[in-house]
C-alpha cells in the first residue's frame, strides 16, 4: 500500500526556497515562537529598552545645562560639520549631548539648513533654541558705528564704552608706522582715511584689524570718485583734509557742496580758511555753536585762522557725500557763509554783504571771526 506525507502549506513553500533562504526563514519562525512563548518578559523588557532612550531624548530637548550664567561665542565656519559644532558646545557646557543634538538637527533636517558664522550661546538655551538660531543666521555682532565726521580720538572713545578696545589700543593702531606703509598712507596717524559706517567687530579681531577694514572702505570710496575725475588739481589727502572740514561744517547735507565751494574759492584767492573746526581739533570736540577769540588765537598746526591754506590733514573722517561735494561743487562766486541758527548758512560773495549777514543772524555786533567765514 503506498503511502503519501502530507506537508503543511509552509513546508510546501519552504521547499520553493533557497538554501539561504530556508535557513533564514527557519531561524525567523523559531524567533518568532519564542517571542510568543517569552512574550510576557520580553515585551515589558522592550518598552523599557524603548522608553528609557525616548525619556532621555525629550530631557535633552526641554532642558537646559544651566542657568544662562555661561556664555560662549562658537563659530561655525563653512566647510565645518554641525557634529564639529556640536561636540564643542558639548565641551563648553552649553548643552550635554553632542551625539544627541546632532541626531535631533537631522530629524528636522536642518544639519544643511545653518548658517556659518560666529554665534553666542549660554546654558540656559534649550537644544531646539540653538538650532533655530543657526537656522535663522542669527549671528553675534558686536556692532560699533562711526557718524561721519569723528575723530579718531572720538571713535576711540566709543570703543572702549563698548567695551571693544582700550582708546589707547586703537589710537595706537590709528598711528602704527607698519600698518600706515602697509595701507599706503603716507601720513603719522589714520585720521582722515577711516571711513564713516557700521562695522561688526568679531572675537579675534585686532584694533589693527579694524583700522586696516576701515581704511579699504574708505579707499574704495575716494578710488571710485577719482576714476571719471581729476581731482580738480588736489591730491588725495588734500580732498580728505576738505572733505573732513566740510563735514564738520555742514549741517544740511544739501549745503555742502556751497561750503566746499567756499574753501576752494578762498584757496584760489590765497584767503585763510578761518574754519571754526580746525581751531579746536586736537583741543575739544567741535559741537558747533560759538567759537571764542580764545579759541580762535591758539596756536597749533591746524588753526586756519592763523595758517595758510589747508592743514596739515583730516581732522575727521568724511563720509563719501562729503567728498563728493569737494569734487563736484558747483561753481559759485560765494567766499563767506556764516549760520543762521536753524542749520543752514548765509551764503556772501563779498565782505560786505557777510558783515551785514553776522548782524542779521548772530544779532552781536562783536561777535569774533569764528562766527562766520
Do not use: W
Given at each position: 500500500?503506498?503511502?503519501?506525507?502530507i506537508y503543511?502549506k509552509?513546508?510546501?513553500?519552504?521547499?520553493k526556497?533557497?538554501?539561504s533562504h530556508?535557513?533564514?526563514?527557519i531561524i525567523?519562525?523559531k524567533?518568532?515562537?519564542?517571542?510568543r512563548k517569552h512574550r510576557?518578559?520580553l515585551?515589558?523588557?522592550?518598552?523599557?529598552?524603548i522608553?528609557?532612550?525616548?525619556g532621555?531624548?525629550?530631557?535633552?530637548?526641554?532642558g537646559a545645562?544651566?542657568n544662562?550664567?555661561r556664555?560662549e561665542?562658537v563659530e561655525?565656519?563653512?566647510?565645518r560639520?554641525?557634529r564639529?559644532l556640536?561636540a564643542?558646545?558639548?565641551?563648553r557646557?552649553?548643552i550635554?549631548s553632542?551625539?544627541?543634538f546632532?541626531l535631533?538637527?537631522?530629524?528636522?533636517?536642518?544639519d544643511s539648513?545653518?548658517?556659518?558664522?560666529?554665534?553666542?550661546?549660554s546654558?540656559g538655551?534649550r537644544?531646539?533654541?540653538i538650532l533655530?538660531?543657526m537656522?535663522a543666521?542669527?549671528v553675534y555682532?558686536?556692532?560699533f558705528a562711526l557718524?561721519?565726521g569723528?575723530?579718531t580720538y572720538?571713535?576711540a572713545?566709543?570703543?572702549?564704552?563698548k567695551?571693544i578696545?582700550k582708546?589707547?589700543?586703537?589710537?595706537?593702531?590709528?598711528?602704527d608706522?607698519n600698518?600706515?606703509?602697509?595701507l599706503?598712507i603716507?601720513?603719522k596717524?589714520?585720521e582722515g582715511?577711516?571711513?564713516?559706517?557700521s562695522?561688526?567687530?568679531?572675537?579675534?579681531?585686532?584694533p589693527q584689524d579694524?583700522?586696516?577694514?576701515m581704511a579699504l572702505?574708505?579707499?574704495?570710496i575716494?578710488?571710485s570718485?577719482?576714476k571719471?575725475?581729476?581731482g580738480?588739481?588736489l591730491t588725495?589727502?588734500?580732498i580728505?583734509?576738505l572733505?573732513?572740514?566740510v563735514?564738520?561744517?555742514a549741517v544740511?547735507?544739501?549745503?555742502k557742496?556751497?561750503i566746499a565751494?567756499?574753501?576752494?574759492?578762498?584757496?584760489?584767492k590765497r584767503?585763510?580758511?578761518?574754519?571754526?573746526?580746525?581751531?579746536?581739533?586736537?583741543?575739544?570736540?567741535?559741537t558747533g555753536?560759538k567759537?571764542?577769540?580764545?579759541?580762535?588765537s591758539?596756536?597749533?598746526?591746524?588753526?586756519?585762522?592763523l595758517i595758510a591754506g589747508?592743514p596739515?590733514g583730516?581732522?575727521g573722517?568724511?563720509?563719501?557725500d562729503?567728498?563728493?561735494?569737494v569734487?563736484?561743487h558747483?561753481a559759485?562766486?560765494?567766499?563767506?557763509?556764516?549760520?543762521r541758527?536753524d542749520?543752514s548758512?548765509?551764503?556772501s560773495?563779498?565782505?560786505?554783504a557777510?558783515n551785514q549777514?553776522?548782524?542779521?543772524?548772530?544779532k552781536?555786533?562783536?561777535?569774533s571771526?569764528?562766527?562766520?567765514?
Open positions: 500500500m503506498t503511502q503519501f506525507t503543511p509552509s513546508s510546501l513553500a519552504l521547499q526556497l533557497s538554501f530556508k535557513v533564514i526563514a525567523a519562525s524567533i518568532a515562537h519564542y517571542l510576557t518578559v515585551l515589558p523588557a522592550l518598552f523599557i529598552l522608553l528609557i532612550p525616548a532621555h531624548f525629550y530631557l535633552f530637548l526641554h545645562t544651566g544662562g550664567s556664555v561665542l561655525l565656519g563653512k566647510g560639520s554641525l564639529t556640536a564643542s558646545l558639548e565641551s557646557r552649553i550635554s553632542a551625539r544627541l546632532t535631533y538637527a537631522r530629524i528636522r533636517g536642518a539648513r545653518v548658517k556659518a558664522g560666529v554665534y553666542q550661546f546654558d538655551m537644544p531646539g533654541q533655530d538660531k537656522i543666521g542669527d555682532q558686536r556692532l557718524p561721519e569723528y575723530s572720538q571713535a572713545e566709543i570703543l572702549e564704552k567695551g578696545f582708546k589707547e589700543e586703537f589710537l595706537g593702531a590709528c598711528s608706522a600698518l600706515l606703509a602697509e599706503k603716507n601720513a596717524s589714520a582715511y577711516l571711513c564713516p559706517g562695522y561688526n567687530i568679531l572675537p579675534g579681531k585686532t579694524v583700522v586696516r577694514e572702505r574708505q579707499r574704495e575716494l578710488e570718485r577719482l571719471p575725475q581729476s580738480k588739481g588725495a589727502r588734500e580728505l583734509t572733505a573732513s572740514m563735514e564738520k561744517e544740511l547735507p544739501a549745503e557742496p556751497l565751494a567756499v574753501f576752494q574759492n578762498r584757496l584760489g584767503m585763510r580758511l578761518q574754519s571754526d573746526p580746525t581751531a579746536l581739533y586736537g583741543v575739544r570736540a567741535f555753536g567759537v571764542t577769540h580764545e579759541d580762535i591758539r596756536q597749533t598746526p591746524y588753526n586756519t585762522y589747508l596739515p583730516p581732522i573722517n568724511p563720509g563719501a562729503s567728498i563728493d561735494a569734487l563736484n558747483p559759485v562766486p560765494y567766499l563767506y557763509f556764516v549760520a541758527g542749520g548758512h548765509q551764503f560773495s563779498d565782505l560786505v557777510h549777514a553776522v548782524q542779521k543772524y548772530l552781536n555786533p562783536g561777535a571771526p569764528g562766527e562766520g567765514r
